[in-house]
């Protein structure tokens, strides 16, 4: 029988609230029947949208409250509002006290990675948390950090960041010891900056047994799946991953506007439309939607703020992965088989 999970869910979060939050939760119980949920924000409006979900019946706590982080809110804001009494805090604030095994909210990233910073605090050595995703390539899925967490880096870092994001490889991909690249302007080893530099040579002296140390990595390899994660500073990975992102809706207007500009190509998009929804389907962002805040003591997921019920879906598909094979426990147990030279 499957571990039974509870997830806590800012459902005050995200461009579309609870019209997004409750659905994507009886559609993440289809699929994990044993996950429940506690749901924060406003009761008068979540709770006849819970009662007309027959999928949620039995499967959902509502606690109210009145007050939601906006979207445009600046985190230092947010924090002065919003700490112990918003959705957002109170979703996190649940994992602190042990009444969720994780946290997914859809709503502003800065307030949530300040809010969880300051409610659930960083591990044990570990100076900053970073924000992991799922990336489609042509092998599967990668392990890509820090995603906009952190602007700026040093070694020390950048060595965490390798890590962490083996450690959700484990679990993602149930792989014992999952390959590690830096993210980089060329593979030869006189390229990079300081930080990036002194990285690779902690990792490669290292020779950890909890990961194996590919190298440095290019921005091609991302999609290729060259390593099972990929390592790299916030502001570089934001800019890969929003890139990435607007490249996919480039391509799937490029092929609408091709397959009806004529008779000839509505008839064979008629005979091709299977394939093109499977295209379609294997670079959809929703497929891995969710944000892994890795370093802190207690498992958020961030959702993208647009995303619909299928993609917030996902996010909580993710949440439940991480507690139920204990997302914590595996960064612990990574960091203590780390030599002291390689964390330093």
Not at 196 to 205: C, I, P, Q
Not at 316 to 329: F, G, K, N, S, V
Request: proline share 3%; charged share 20%; aromatic share 4%.
């Amino acid at each position: 029988m499957s571990q039974r999970v509870r997830i806590s869910l800012d459902a005050m979060g995200g461009d579309h609230g609870p019209s997004t939050v409750v659905p994507g939760a009886a559609i993440a119980r289809e699929h994990h029947p044993e996950t429940t949920f506690l749901m924060f924000g406003d009761e008068a409006i979540l709770a006849p949208m819970v009662a007309a979900e027959p999928r949620l019946a039995g499967a959902v706590e509502i606690r109210h409250t009145s007050v939601s982080v906006g979207m445009d809110e600046k985190p230092s804001q947010a924090v002065r509002t919003g700490r112990g009494k918003s959705s957002m805090w109170k979703a996190i604030q649940a994992v602190r006290d042990g009444e969720a095994e994780a946290a997914v909210s859809a709503g502003n990233t800065g307030a949530l990675m300040a809010m969880s910073k300051i409610c659930l605090k960083t591990m044990a050595h570990i100076e900053r948390p970073a924000i992991a995703c799922l990336w489609p390539t042509v092998r599967g899925e990668s392990v890509v950090l820090d995603v906009g967490a952190t602007i700026g880096t040093d070694a020390a870092h950048l060595v965490d960041m390798a890590l962490m994001g083996a450690a959700m490889a484990r679990i993602v991909f149930d792989l014992e010891r999952p390959t590690v690249g830096l993210l980089n302007v060329g593979t030869e080893e006189m390229k990079g900056n300081e930080a990036v530099k002194e990285a690779a040579r902690l990792l490669r002296e290292a020779d950890l047994p909890t990961l194996r140390y590919h190298g440095f990595v290019e921005g091609t390899d991302l999609g290729r799946g060259t390593t099972d994660v990929v390592v790299t500073e916030g502001f570089t990975g934001n800019i890969a991953l929003k890139t990435a992102e607007g490249t996919a809706k480039q391509i799937a207007t490029y092929l609408r506007s091709v397959m009806s500009r004529t008779l000839m190509a509505r008839i064979g998009y008629l005979f091709a439309r299977g394939a093109f929804e499977a295209l379609r389907e294997k670079m959809n962002p929703s497929r891995a939607n969710g944000g892994v805040f890795l370093g802190l003591e207690g498992i958020v997921i961030k959702s993208h703020g647009s995303e619909d019920a299928h993609g917030f879906a996902a996010a909580i598909d993710l949440a439940t992965d991480m507690a139920r094979h204990d997302l914590m426990r595996t960064i612990r147990d990574m960091l203590e088989a780390t030599p002291a030279a390689a964390s330093a």
